[in-house]
């Protein structure tokens, strides 16, 4: 598990992205269960606090950009 940030590599701005990130999980995958939940429960609500809570990618790169970085590192 990563660190909670919202990503660079956004659609809006940036929250599932860095979910999917956090997790482990397929951004697309994230998008699609924040999307459901929009119709059929909290889902607004629920993006906007994390919206608001969810500190910026500080170094300002997407996390492919970072992977490879690590990768090249080594």
Same mark, same amino acid.
């Given at each position: 598990?990563?660190?909670?940030?919202? @990503? @660079?590599?956004?659609?809006?701005?940036?929250?599932?992205?860095?979910?999917?990130?956090?997790?482990?999980?397929?951004?697309? +995958?994230?998008? +699609?269960?924040?999307?459901?939940?929009?119709?059929?429960?909290?889902?607004?609500?629920?993006? +906007?606090?994390?919206?608001?809570?969810?500190?910026?990618?500080?170094?300002?790169?997407?996390?492919?950009?970072?992977?490879?970085?690590?990768?090249?590192?080594?």
């Amino acid at each position: 598990m990563g660190k909670l940030y919202r @990503s @660079s590599d956004r659609k809006i701005a940036g929250v599932c992205a860095g979910l999917a990130e956090c997790f482990g999980l397929s951004t697309g +995958l994230v998008r +699609l269960v924040m999307l459901i939940l929009l119709f059929v429960g909290p889902g607004l609500i629920a993006y +906007l606090i994390l919206w608001v809570i969810m500190p910026q990618n500080s170094a300002g790169k997407s996390y492919a950009e970072r992977m490879k970085k690590k990768l090249e590192e080594r």
